[in-house]
């Protein structure tokens, strides 16, 4: 991670103007000093002000779009998340619904209890030694009266 401040385009832009009176009052003193007269040190100056300033807005707009693009990926993730809880909440009110009806409709639950009559449907032979077998526990069961 880096140490770097993030600093709006408008923030640069005021720093690079304090650098830039910086600069030119430097420049005036160092006239005074030399006696230099002429355009040679104000073109520098400008020339070093201008590529300061083309390197301080181009970082700017870079951290910029960064920002944005980290932006947009937070808001189609929470966007994302939404609609999921959505589709969950409605995915359980669906079935807790089937549930409700399938418990409370007679005309499901007689269907449910046709199915299974029909998937242990006996034979007379079955009957006839279920019944024989009932009648021997229950003799067994029931005290022998003289």
Known sequence: MSDT?????????AKMSAIADRIEKAVGEKKMETGIHGDAWPANVKRTYEEYQDISLTSARRSQDNYDKVQGVALQALQNAVETANMV?????????????????????????????RAVSLDDASLKAIGAMVANVLAQVQPKTA
């Not at 401040?5 to 832009?13: D, F, G, I, P, S």
């Open 5 to 13: 401040a993030t600093y709006t385009v408008e923030e640069v832009l």
């Open 89 to 117: 909440g409605k995915a359980a009110v669906r079935q807790q619904d089937i549930a409700t009806d399938n418990q409370w409709n007679p005309v499901q639950q007689g269907a449910g209890d046709t199915l299974t009559a």
